[in-house]
């Protein structure tokens, strides 16, 4: 089994930034593909960024392009969302997610889920 455990949100202003992290542990020779995504209340979960195993591939999801920053270090088993220009509508639980290597925006495709993390920016 693979556990991803998120860290690194919390409450920034408009404008502000934040570096989110993700430790995946357990079975991580499953993981290739490793990605992020949110749900702010009462909407459908959101593609944000996707990166492929050897990082030579990166997607993101048009709302966040420009702004946020996907990258891994293999060797620690973590993947990062560095996060710029921060807008109230970011606001959103961010969840990562890994898969055996399937590079796609569509959260179907994600065998691995952590619990998420909240990111709340203000006015």
């Known amino acids: 089994q693979v556990q991803l455990v998120e860290s690194g949100g919390g409450l920034v202003h408009t404008g502000g930034s934040l570096r989110l992290s993700c430790a995946a542990s357990?079975?991580?020779?499953?993981?290739?593909?490793m990605g992020w995504f949110r749900q702010a209340p009462g909407k459908e979960r959101e593609f944000v960024a996707g990166?492929?195993?050897?990082?030579?591939?990166?997607l993101y999801g048009d709302s966040v392009k420009g702004r946020f920053t996907i990258s891994r270090d293999n060797a620690k088993n973590t993947v990062f969302l560095q996060m710029n220009s921060l807008k109230p509508e970011d606001t959103a639980v961010y969840y990562c997610a890994a898969n055996a290597g399937v590079f796609t925006r569509d959260a179907r495709n994600y065998n691995y889920w952590g619990q998420g993390t909240q990111v709340t920016v203000s006015l």
């Open positions: 357990g079975r991580t020779f499953f993981i290739s593909v």
């Open positions: 990166i492929s195993r050897s990082a030579g591939r990166s």
